[in-house]
């Protein structure tokens, strides 16, 4: 019980996240004026890939870090999916494996600069982002491209007709890839370099192995949503992931993982991108002009960050907060 | 315990010395340390006991002596070779990681499981035992080292020092926030590791501790070895001796004759703050300046940065110019009506904006005096920084060259040169002097002197005993977050500072000190 207690408040800024999640699916639910399976469905895709890379983009924050290529990897594995994901079954299947591939390396070369490099994350990402976006140009100058329509189908409608398929990647990841991740020393050691990383250092912890797996994953997890992208347009855009960075990092703090690194978690990072997709919806049905929508976005990020904030004021010595 | 000198020694050194800058931290120091005995090490704040460990750390390196493991003579050694030498370390500083949970920071060198993977129920077990041993039940393994209190903290520190199954254990100052009764549970679990071979360094502040649990002692003095004796062999006066040495230097202006003076500009009264302060209570007129003595950490830092407006939920009274004054950040501190003004420990980072100019650097506590209907007057401002410069004998190429440019002890005088812009009355300095040249701090002790002759009350803290007795008027010793004893005129003697620091009272220790230390 005093167990229960604990993990509850360990884990409250994932869980606010996930009420605040709640109440806007049912507002969403409510107001939608012909709701149906389908709309739910609409709404899972919409927001798929914007999960997907608020997952990957939760690795380096959680170790203190950011990546802000995190966009621009998933424009350029987009644009390398149109290219590769067609044909015979043999070739996606090879196709898949070498996208995901490429996301690796982008994060891991990410890592390398960071750790190696000594650059902080925010402008070694800042700069390779640039070098990606170059790449994708590269790969695909105009939207366009094809991907195999049977395979797009499968990922982007639902399961028995009621459960969207993203939901199922979502659980396959968490419990196939997040958990494994977190219950093994690397995943310790991520935590750990965010919490304090000359403690971690001293303790004997691999920190420059978990910065570098922090990174990779993030790749990897850009991959994912750069392949999800594709599913749901069955094309390629070497300009697509713009938005998406900032969006991720939004999402990564209402899932509540701190920016200062060393607390949050993967799932919180979920919830965080659907209250914000579905805010967008929610704010089109009530009959909010569009062009307003970023200003009750950003207010709805705003309060999420007042929440995140709130552990500061029990703090006594007003240097501590800012140290 | 068995006779410690017939085995080889586990680890020593042989002619260590190190620098940091211009600053001899040890210097050809001999020390070795052996199975079967807890060995305690003694000495002044920076006479380099931390320096020591952190060389069987790892974690420094020498600059030159060697280092032998077993008779062995190591090389490059790194925190992973002590790890793997079964070399374990509680520092002062506590390294936990304050996110992790109690367990996952007491299996984090090496967590249970397999293939990288983390046995969640094995790490729970583990920690739980561990937690056991060390008297901590209460504290469940899932929650937060953040939320725990300090004394929690270094407990788990310990336990999670025990989980390493060390063979030269350190301890540093790793009880200073201990209970008595914590304490003892401690000392039992260190009697039985060094009955079971495990050689132990034990570095605390406590006298009565370590007449309770050493075996053998070693006194540093300014990164000088001094001597090793069994416990017992010196009695407390001769070890206070040793440790404080014989070399006094005359670098102070003198000091004033008794006079009359003003009433009191600060006025503090039973000042408490969480667990670190307590009955605080003391006054300083113009023209005096009163020192806070006592170890590091016994909440002399706490009492300057109160007074400065940076603690929340500060208790007792503070009256200034004989009226209440509530400061509530450094910003109400330095308003003309409070006029209070603080060097800060850290002048890197509390201190300066390093990339900054020294114009800007030194006018930025006093830019309200230069404001003319919002705007800075430029000119108004160069004029009374170029002032500050000539009289602060600062050796610059350009005021607006970036302070960083400067060298420490120069930088130094930017600091107090800025908060001497604001003409404060009350100077709270912390550590002043703190890695600055001798001709520097020189310079420093005749401006403290004349600023309190033209009516300034200057509250000093110094981790110097030294420096303290040169220039204070009257010394308060800490200890525990109280004002234990203060020293007034022939009593300021560095024998009655290390004393009352260590809470020995050199008349008649025998019925109080045990009591008192772990009160």
């Not at chain 1, 170059?134 to 939207?143: F, H, N």
């Not at chain 2, 739980?128 to 270094?154: M, T």
């Not at chain 2, 005993?465 to 220039?471: K, R, S, T, V």
Request: glycine share 10%; aromatic share 6%.
């Amino acid at each position: 019980m005093a167990d229960l207690v604990i993990r509850l408040r360990h884990n409250s800024g994932g869980l606010i996240a996930l009420a605040l999640f709640a109440v806007l699916l049912v507002v969403f639910i409510v107001i939608h004026p012909r709701f149906n399976m389908l709309a739910l469905e609409a709404t899972a895709n919409q927001g798929g890939a914007l999960a997907l890379i608020a997952m990957g983009q939760t690795l380096p924050v959680l170790t203190g870090g950011l990546d802000l290529s995190i966009g621009a990897i998933m424009a350029l594995t987009n644009s390398l999916g149109s290219e590769l994901l067609t044909g015979s079954p043999w070739q996606i299947a090879l196709g898949l494996l070498a996208v995901i591939a490429l996301g690796c390396v982008c994060g891991l070369i990410n890592g390398v600069i960071v750790v190696y490099g000594r650059i902080q994350p925010i402008i070694a990402t800042l700069a390779t982002g640039a070098v990606y976006t170059g790449l994708a140009l590269l790969v695909r100058p105009a939207p366009g491209g094809e991907i195999d329509e049977g395979l797009s189908e499968a990922i982007t409608y639902s399961v028995f007709g009621v459960i969207p398929t993203p939901v199922f990647i979502f659980i396959g990841l968490v419990l196939l890839v997040w958990m494994p991740l977190k219950n093994s020393i690397i995943g310790r050691g991520i935590y750990a370099v965010g919490s304090s990383e000359i403690a971690a250092f001293m303790s004997g912890v691999p920190v420059k192995r978990a910065r570098l797996a922090a990174y990779t994953g993030s790749g990897f997890f850009a991959a994912l949503g750069g392949l999800f992208l594709g599913f749901q347009t069955l094309s390629g855009d070497a300009n697509g992931g713009v938005t998406y960075t900032l969006n991720s990092i939004a999402a990564v703090v209402i899932g509540g993982t701190s920016l200062f690194g060393g607390t949050g978690g993967l799932v919180g990072s979920i919830y965080g991108a659907y209250v914000l997709r579905i805010i967008n919806s929610v704010l089109l049905f009530s009959g909010v002009p569009s062009l307003a929508q970023p200003l009750f976005q950003g207010a709805v990020l705003i309060f999420a960050l007042m929440a995140s904030a709130l552990r500061l004021i029990g703090i006594r010595n007003r240097l501590e907060v800012m140290g | 315990m068995r006779d410690a000198q017939s085995d080889p020694a586990f680890l020593s050194m042989e002619g260590i010395s190190k620098h940091y800058g211009g600053v001899v931290a040890l210097d050809d120091v001999h020390f070795a340390c052996q199975r079967h005995s807890i060995h305690a090490v003694l000495g002044e704040n920076g006479a380099g006991k931390s320096t020591l460990i952190k060389i069987m750390a790892g974690v420094a390196r020498a600059d030159t002596g060697r280092m032998m493991l077993e008779g062995k003579e190591v090389h490059h050694f790194t925190p992973v070779d002590a790890t793997r030498a079964g070399i374990v370390c509680i520092f002062q500083e506590l390294s936990l990681m304050p996110d992790l949970s109690v367990a996952d920071n007491i299996c984090i060198t090496n967590p249970p499981g397999r293939r990288g993977f983390i046995a969640q129920r094995a790490q729970r077990q583990r920690a739980e035992s561990l937690l056991a041993r060390v008297g901590c039940n209460d504290v469940n393994p899932i929650s937060r080292v953040r939320d725990l209190p300090l004394s929690r903290r270094q407990l788990v520190e310990i336990a999670k020092a025990l989980g390493r199954a060390p063979k030269l254990l350190i301890l540093d100052e790793a009880t200073s926030a201990l209970t008595a009764a914590d304490v003892e549970k401690v000392f039992a679990i260190l009697r039985t590791l060094r009955d079971q071979g495990t050689a132990i360094l034990y570095i605390s502040h406590r006298m009565a501790e370590i007449e309770a649990i050493a075996d053998h002692c070693t006194v540093f003095r300014n990164g000088r070895y001094i001597q090793t004796f069994r416990q017992g062999e010196r009695t407390p006066e001769q070890v206070v001796q040793l440790m404080i040495g014989r070399e006094i230097t005359q670098i102070y202006p003198p000091k004033p004759k008794p006079r009359a003076l003003p009433e009191p500009a600060l006025e503090v009264d039973n000042l408490a703050w969480e667990d670190r302060l307590n009955g605080i209570s003391f006054s300083i007129r113009p023209g005096e300046i009163v020192g806070l003595g006592g170890l590091d950490g016994q909440g002399q830092r706490e009492i300057l940065l109160g007074l400065f407006g940076v603690l929340r939920g500060l208790k007792g009274s503070v009256k200034l110019y004989g009226r209440d004054a509530a400061v509530r950040s450094p910003a109400t501190a330095k308003h003309p009506k409070n006029a209070i003004a603080m060097i800060p420990e850290d002048r890197k980072t509390e201190g300066l904006m390093l990339p900054m100019s020294i114009r800007d650097n030194l006018s930025i506590a006093s830019l309200s005096r230069f404001v003319k209907t919002g705007v800075i007057n430029r000119s108004l401002e160069s004029t009374r920084v170029d002032a500050m410069i000539e009289t602060m004998r600062i050796k610059i190429g350009a005021p607006s060259d970036p302070v960083r440019t400067l060298s420490g002890g120069n930088q130094q005088k930017v600091v107090i040169g800025k908060w001497l812009m604001t003409e404060a009355k009350v100077l709270l300095l912390m550590d002043p002097t703190r890695g600055i040249d001798v001709g520097t701090k020189q310079e420093i002790y005749a401006l403290m002197r004349k600023l309190a002759d033209d009516g300034a009350a200057i509250l000093f803290y110094s981790t110097d005993y030294d420096e303290l007795i040169g220039m204070c008027d009257r010394i308060s010793i800490l200890y525990h977050g109280e004002i234990i004893r203060t020293l007034v005129g022939d009593d300021i003697t560095e024998q009655n500072i290390v004393a009352a620091s260590l809470n020995v009272d050199l008349g008649k220790r025998a019925t109080q000190t045990t009591g008192a230390a772990h009160g």
